[in-house]
């Protein structure tokens, strides 16, 4: 599932352009949905009326969402598992997996392809409404370590579900949040409320770094869900079971945390 490098790096390649124009500035002429499940509000019919016309006035992200500035709506995406945008010329072929298309001028289109089927678009006036549930930024200003520590300190819960969990912390996935754990120097099935001041501040500090790197990297591409990322050649722990940990030369281990495969040092992270 893309992350926020990941999709900090949709939104920049959406916003900014590259082999294809950007695409604030453009007007959806007219919307095709494939498949009527990817729409989670409005209904079809509501949905092609009301984007119709539009100009995408903006591209940003919020946790791992992505938005789209309309004139009088915010679209907004989840790619979930394998979701991925392509802008492509209007005259390309449907792919297989397009389940989502909107008609732009200038002969262009942008298509919502997802194998799985599991990712999701809504188009609402009050983006609050899907978003408000979310917690913090990680990398925003307002975030800090106090911050952190008092949120850490507000749950009793192991510290990987609860660096999963969107609520608390907005953006972070299985990927970041190993590699952030393992930076900081802590073991996944820690409990929250025990981390010290100091432990708390290396955690704020090692979800940052990593997730700075994974955006200059332009995040990681380990399957064939996500294109153009190199962060995977990068990993300190992710997916190297049975490799020697860069810091200490034991061998990485893989563990399930809240049904999801964790990868940590022993040494590094030891369970106190």
């Not at 709506?73 to 909107?102: C, F, K, N, Q, Y």
């Not at 190297?240 to 990485?252: H, K, L, Q």
Request: hydrophobic share 40%; charged share 25%.
């Amino acid at each position: 599932m893309p992350e926020l490098p990941e999709v900090e790096t949709i939104a920049a390649n959406l916003r900014q352009g590259g082999d294809l124009p950007a695409l604030p500035g453009h007007t959806i002429q007219r919307a095709e949905l494939l498949w009527e499940r990817t729409l989670a509000v409005p209904s079809p019919a509501e949905f092609s009326e009301r984007i119709a016309g539009q100009t995408i006035r903006d591209i940003r992200r919020r946790g791992k969402f992505l938005l789209f500035d309309l004139d009088r709506h915010t679209l907004m995406i989840h790619l979930r598992m394998s979701g991925d945008l392509w802008v492509e010329p209007e005259s390309a072929p449907v792919a297989p997996h397009h389940r989502l298309l909107l008609h732009l001028d200038g002969d262009l289109r942008l298509a919502f392809n997802d194998a799985r089927k599991f990712g999701r678009a809504w188009l609402v006036e009050e983006p609050g409404i899907v978003l408000d549930s979310l917690g913090p930024e990680p990398l925003e200003e307002g975030f800090t370590a106090e911050i952190l520590y008092q949120r850490l300190h507000a749950v009793k819960r192991q510290l990987k579900p609860l660096l999963l969990d969107q609520s608390f912390l907005a953006g972070l996935g299985n990927i970041y949040a190993d590699e952030a754990l393992h930076q900081a120097r802590l073991h996944p099935l820690a409990l929250s409320n025990e981390l010290t001041p100091e432990q708390s501040a290396r955690l704020w500090e090692s979800i940052r770094l990593v997730l700075q790197e994974g955006i200059r990297r332009n995040g990681a591409s380990i399957d064939w869900v996500y294109r153009g990322g190199n962060y995977q050649h990068f990993f300190k722990v992710y997916q190297r079971t049975g490799f020697p940990c860069y810091n200490c030369g034991t061998s990485i281990e893989r563990l399930v945390v809240g049904q999801r495969g964790t990868h940590i040092c022993p040494h590094c992270q030891p369970l106190k």
